[in-house]
């Protein structure tokens, strides 16, 4: 099987075989004079690779029809219910769902100069592009060493966001895979870790700030998996703060995180509107 | 098609019982039921990879076996104790009755999982695993009784050689057996077929597996594949007579078969 140049299969650390494929990949040569139904298949076919080709926005797009994406969110929504580390699920249901929350996002974006600057410029923020020694470096409470702080201490690594592939619009996929990236400044910004109980802090903060569904659900499921004193915890104290910090802040995809490492995230916090987290351990 | 088939291992079984709604065993039972194995037949299953066709192979032959020894016990009516105790001991060790099943596949993952079903389950005698290719099989001529291969010859790429080493590999009067998607071709059939295979097939492969891509491919392969008469007349060209073919649900599978004489 010939591989295309530059991609190769691999796997994200959670263990999910990402394997950037195409049609054209997955084909075996046919080397029979194909009688197979005919020629006009073997023309049909060629016809749909074109259109498939034309069709495929952005590396990693699949273009589905709207039965396939209800399917979709219907399959990923109680997949990811039934499996909490199926984040693949989650993902996909976020992207299925999206159709209203991404423009409006976007338009946000655009109304905003800081907004329209991420838009145009579409900086990724992974490994690769990020300086870690030199945020390392950077004083304690600034935005970059807290991020960093955040990274090592819950063990995440900003490359193990999955590229969108059923969002039909590339400067959606955009968008939507700017707010994945930035999931992880949100719990620095808000304190809070990856466990179960921080986890739906940050999306109630999200469902608020972006109105995805896909943020909406597991705001409301979420908790369903979670201690009685955890439960008591997140109604009485976290989540209006949330919600109060989400009602307050501005737009958080308008903020190029990459130029404000040195900023202070007390500084940051108050300037986009975000309050201060209870004085809670999650 | 090897990485297609190294990401799909672990959640094969899981996606043709959520693909087919479970009928796919049917699909396979029958398949046992017309190959009707007497002990002491050597079955190779080609690209067999998770054991299905083995493992049914192995439950039909034991319960033959078991009918045999039944029936051989009623004969024996008339004999001392003694006589029939040596019997029983004789036949203790054979509840196969010398049946074997060589499973054969070009995927070491699929073989992997095989192997671990055959442990969870208990099967433990007569089984062999054999990496190889289809289209080059490791063994020698004349060896088997049966050749199967069960919704795998639709992977290969010249279909034309791996029928060929069928007919090298199987005795004189063996029986080669194919279970296959193949064509539909009452229309209103065809177009529910279709609507499911391309809604439906990739949107569980994404969901239960997390690989769209694989199956997709999967229901274009199905599509590309020859029908009925045609692979009935590739299997002719191979050597093999009185081939025929038998549709199941009106053609979305098809179990083809043909002897070495």
Redesign the interface.
Known sequence: ?RSRSGTR?TEDSRG??V?P?T?SD???????AS???GDS?GAE?EEEEEEERRYQLYPGH?PT?P??KA??AA??A??ALCDPY?H??VA?LGETTGCLALPNLRDKMKHHPEGHRILQERPRIRLSTLDMARLRGLPDGSLGREYVRFLENNKVSPDTRMPP?FVDDEELAYVIQRYREVHDLMHTLLGMPTNMLGEVVVKWFEAIQTGLPMCVLGAAFGPVRLSARKLQVLATELVPWAIRSGRNASCILNVYYEQRWEQPVESLREEIGIFPPPAIRV | VYQVFESVAKKYDIMNDSMTLGIHRVWKDILMHKMNPSPGTLLLDVAGGTGDIAFRFINYVRSVRERQLQRKLKHHQNLSWQEISESYQEDKFKSLGDSQVVVCDINKEMLKVGKQKAQHLGYSEGLSWVLGNAEELPFDDDKFDVYTIAFGIRNVTRIDLALQEAYRVLKPGGRFLCLEFSHVSNPLLSRLYDLYSFQVIPVLGEVIAGDWKSYQYLVESIRRFPPQEELKAMIEDAGFLKVDYQNLNLGIVAIHSGFKL
Not at chain 1, 26 to 32: A, F, I, N, T, Y
């Open positions: 099987m299969p999910l075989h394997q494929v049609r997955l084909q075996p040569p046919e080397p029979r009688h197979c139904n298949v076919e699949i029809s039965l396939q399917l979709l399959g990923s109680v997949m199926r693949d699920m996909v592939k």
